[in-house]
């Protein structure tokens, strides 16, 4: 037996509900990005790029819909509107009266878990009863992925401003290289030089350890 395809409401008035998808998608793209700055530092061949943030991850699909019944030696060609198809799909696009915002849902297919919120709904019906009932369309949807902060802090420990690290200077490095790579602003080279005891911060001693210090701590050493 085939399993279909649906779509979990997780959170406001209609929390728990699923909506089963009337035919399975044939494809579906999953996307990923990341966004990078770039600041233009004196006595540099090129910009410097600083990573921001990863982006949220995208999944795009596209969902047919049919509710033709063709025609029968006894009955005529029929069929309801596929728009009562479509509609809780495009609803959930809409605010939620409890949670004043769209609600957040799960795509689940197979092994595919998706945990978001439809950001875009294009329906297109393609075919028609003589009377203008739309008995068929295809539904492209845009799902863009939400996460708590926290876990994926977690899930992703990377190196902050806020703490304390070491780092080993290279051959023609200069402690406002690392100060401008660790807090964005070039002019905290005298936070390290203050931290290391650097006397002169214009050639620091190549394969030197020095200690990048926190933030807060920084701003501290500096009043």
């Known amino acids: 037996m085939t399993e279909k395809a649906v779509i979990k409401i997780l959170d406001g008035e209609n929390s728990d509900t699923e909506i089963e998808v009337m035919i399975n998608p044939e494809s579906y793209q999953l996307s990923y990005g990341a966004s990078y700055s770039e600041k233009k530092i004196a006595g540099l061949s090129g910009p410097v790029s600083q990573y921001i943030s990863g982006e949220s991850m995208t999944l795009d699909m596209t969902l047919f ?50 945990k978001g919120v439809v950001t875009s709904v294009k329906e297109n019906y393609t075919m028609f009863l003589a009377d203008g009932t739309p008995v068929r369309a295809k539904t492209d ?39 401008y790579l660790e807090y964005q602003d070039a002019a905290k080279w005298r936070e390290i030089a203050r931290a290391n005891g650097i006397l002169n911060p214009v050639s620091p001693a190549v394969g030197m350890q020095i200690r990048l210090p926190a933030l807060q701590e920084a701003g501290e050493d500096g009043n």
């Open 141 to 179: 949807l845009t799902f863009h992925s939400v996460s708590d902060p926290d876990a994926v802090k977690r899930q992703t420990p990377f190196e902050s401003p806020d703490r304390t690290k070491i780092r080993v200077i290279h051959e023609n490095e200069q402690l406002w290289q690392y100060a």
């Open 65 to 114: 819909f049919d509710t033709y019944q063709p025609p029968t030696p006894l009955e005529p060609e029929g069929g309801t509107s596929v728009a009562a198809k479509t509609k809780p799909i495009r609803e959930l696009t809409f605010p939620d009266g409890t949670l004043h915002r769209p609600p957040t849902v799960a795509f689940c297919w197979g092994t595919l878990h998706f």
